[in-house]
């Protein structure tokens, strides 16, 4: 099956109506280029937290971003927009009690009929804990894309997550993200930033490691105090950049055989089948971490 995968690197804030608008912008750029699935950043609607480090002030209305229902009306209203295609963004998720929800950084994989899938952030940076509670899983799930896994920002950072999405048969993994340069000695030439070259080392070991295809998003521009590195792409199964928006705004877009570049990169050394489970028991690990913490 042959797909073309659309990776955005874009501004998102607080100002929903202007959210609405660059969505249904980067809809239309991806559909004029023939995509059938359109990755958007972490946070699309309703921007990303202020700054990481602390707790945001929940005095300042606009600290942060709205809490949204999965099934509600913002999600709704993107589902108008989606046309043909497979829209993945992230989301604020409101989620338990109306009058005192639970917030999660959330991944959203829908279509114009339905939502597809969403995943829950596993890991949290410096301090997004205080705003946010952590998912548990990661899961895959059947797309018109293919088999999918989803994934935000700081997941791509730990192996396992990825792996486990692998396991359960994810042929594409989508990981949307708002990640900055570095807050301390970054360059000033994002290209050069040490925090933009990590987003990327990830993201190629992520996809040859599993032997997947990757889709990267970002968010782009600055908000607040964070300076997003953009470099939104598509990566194929061993490794190589298909597709790339470097450290600007736009649009990486690749055009994938999946099965066929899933086989040809698993042909002769298959990561996923040559795997030694038995070598890998972490049971002395986890029981000297539990008599440490004792």
């Known amino acids: 099956m042959t797909v073309t995968l659309a990776a955005a690197a874009a501004s998102f804030g607080r100002d929903l109506d202007d959210n609405y608008r660059t969505i249904e912008a980067l809809v239309a750029e991806a559909t004029a280029q023939g995509a059938d699935l359109l990755a958007l950043p972490e946070a699309a609607i309703g921007g990303y937290l202020s700054s990481l480090g602390g707790p945001e002030d929940t005095s300042r209305p606009e600290s942060l971003p709205p ?12 589902r108008s927009l989606a046309g043909d295609l497979v829209v993945v963004l992230g989301i604020c998720e409101a989620a338990g009690p109306v009058d005192d929800p639970v917030r999660y950084n959330t991944v959203v994989a829908l279509t114009r009929d339905r939502i597809l899938g969403v995943h829950r952030k596993v890991h949290q940076p410096l301090g997004e804990n205080m705003s946010y509670a952590a998912g548990e899983t990661f899961a895959a799930f059947d797309s018109p894309v293919g088999r999918l ?48 070259r990590r987003f990327r080392l990830f ?5 040859l490691e599993n032997q997947v295809i990757w889709v990267a998003s970002n968010q782009a521009g600055t908000f607040h105090s964070l300076r997003f590195v953009s470099s939104a792409a598509v990566i194929g199964p061993g490794g190589d950049v298909l597709a790339d ?9 690749a055009t994938v055989d999946v099965q066929q570049a899933l086989a040809t990169a698993r042909r002769a050394m298959f990561h996923l ?13 986890v029981a000297q971490e539990e008599l440490t913490d004792a």
């Open 67 to 78: 809490a949204i229902r999965v099934d509600g009306p913002e999600l709704a209203r993107v």
């Open 149 to 196: 896994g989803l994934m935000i920002c700081y997941d791509k950072a730990f192996p396992e997550g990825a792996r486990t999405l692998a396991l359960d048969g994810a042929e594409v993994i989508v990981c949307v993200s708002a990640w900055p340069a570095a807050r301390t000695a970054g360059a000033t030439d994002l290209a050069e930033d040490r925090w933009t």
């Open 203 to 207: 993201d190629q070991a992520r996809a």
């Open 245 to 253: 928006t470097g450290v600007q705004a736009g649009l990486a877009v």
């Open 273 to 285: 089948r040559d795997r030694r489970p038995d070598a890998y028991d972490l049971s002395a690990v």
